[in-house]
């Protein structure tokens, strides 16, 4: 059983920056792509950024592209997601998630999740 813990999350003001950071317990973790996902109340978990295997490819959602970066160190079976330029709209709960070998990071290849951060930007 995979355990991943998030933390970095609060309350931050419109056009700051927070860091999340994820630990995994995961003795594999180090071939397995990983993504953090977010969920705004009444809306569905969705996918917001996705890191390879050994770091070489990601993936931003268009929300956020330019503004976050994920980024992760797999000595210390960690991952990262800076988050500039805070808007309201990324107000949610924020989740670490562990996706498939290598360079997968399909939706449906997610089979272990944190229990979120909470990241709240007000205006």
């Known amino acids: 059983q995979v355990q991943l813990v998030e933390s970095g999350g609060g309350l931050v003001q419109a056009g700051g920056s927070l860091n999340l950071s994820c630990a995994s317990s995961d003795r594999g973790f180090s071939i397995y792509s990983m993504g953090w996902f977010r969920q705004a109340p009444g809306q569905e978990r969705s996918l917001v950024a996705a890191i390879s295997s050994t770091g070489q490819y990601t993936y931003y959602e268009t929300s956020v592209e330019g503004r976050f970066t994920i980024s992760r160190e797999n000595t210390k079976k960690l991952v990262h997601l800076q988050m500039n330029s805070l808007k309201n709209e990324d107000t949610a709960v924020y989740y670490c998630?562990?996706?498939?070998?290598?360079?997968?990071?399909?939706?449906?290849?997610?089979?272990?999740w944190g229990q979120g951060t909470q990241v709240t930007v007000s205006s």
């Open positions: 998630a562990r996706g498939g070998l290598y360079r997968n990071y399909a939706a449906a290849s997610f089979d272990s």
